[in-house]
């Protein structure tokens, strides 16, 4: 079965700094990636996805992830962030069979510090 | 469009009550999620429909939790009786195959559950 490891709960950073946020994931075939963040008191909000094509990924709001099929990650980085990136960020994975289905990481809460 | 809705916002009740968390999803869509999230265990995936169809339902923790979706833009999660490990954020989520696979999931506001 697949799973999603976020190693950090906790990632502070000063504001205007650059942040990785790591992921692995674990699966014996083809999945897709997914990053969600959560504000404060909101639902979920897709950041951004790997389906297929090229490794790096753009998102919203300045992010970027790059998939690494070697060592099975997909870590999150921005090169600059802002007291507004606040949030709890969220790894998913599917599978290809199952594309429904997101299994979420346990989510690592981003504090920016001014 | 106005994105996923869920009501009510925030519920308290008293152990061994009954308790309904309402979804309506985004006009089209045609898979619904329902997840839990408690500071412990996180995020976890409760059920879903595909087409008003309850497709995997694993993540349902025991008998007292039921969920039903009788229309496309209309699905509740009850709880009876309601436990106070019960207490959590549960969120509704939706999402269509309109874009093929890895299709984003659209989640609503969350209703707060604190179970006395």
């Known amino acids: 079965a697949q799973s999603v490891t976020q190693l950090d709960s906790q990632v502070p950073v000063f504001e205007e700094a650059p942040v990785e946020l790591r992921c692995n994931y674990s699966s014996s075939v083809s999945v897709y990636l997914f990053w969600y963040v959560q504000y404060p008191n909101q639902g979920l909000q897709l950041l951004l996805k790997y389906l297929s094509g090229s490794t790096l990924v753009k998102g919203i709001n300045g992010f970027e992830a790059e998939f690494n099929k070697s060592q099975t990650s997909f870590h999150l980085r921005k090169p600059s962030v802002h007291i507004s990136d606040t949030a709890e960020y969220f790894c998913?994975?599917?599978?290809?069979?199952?594309?429904?289905?997101?299994?979420f990481g346990s989510g690592t809460r981003l504090s920016i510090r001014p | 469009d106005a994105g996923v809705i869920q009501s009510p916002r925030h519920e308290v009740t008293e152990m061994g009550q009954e308790v309904t968390l309402r979804c309506k999803p985004i006009s089209g869509h045609d898979y619904l999620f329902w997840y839990r999230q408690t500071m412990m265990r996180g995020l976890e995936l409760l059920i879903y429909f595909n087409n008003n169809v309850p497709i995997d339902d694993s993540g349902m923790p025991e008998d007292r939790f039921s969920a039903k979706m009788p229309n496309a833009s209309f699905s509740t999660l009850k709880i009876q009786p309601s436990e106070p490990r019960d207490s959590a954020v549960y969120f509704c989520?939706?999402?269509?195959?309109?874009?093929?696979?890895?299709?984003?999931?659209?989640f609503g506001p969350g209703t707060r559950l604190l179970v006395l």
């Open positions: 989520a939706s999402s269509g195959l309109a874009g093929g696979p890895g299709e984003t999931q659209y």
């Open positions: 998913a994975v599917s599978l290809y069979s199952s594309a429904s289905k997101i299994i």
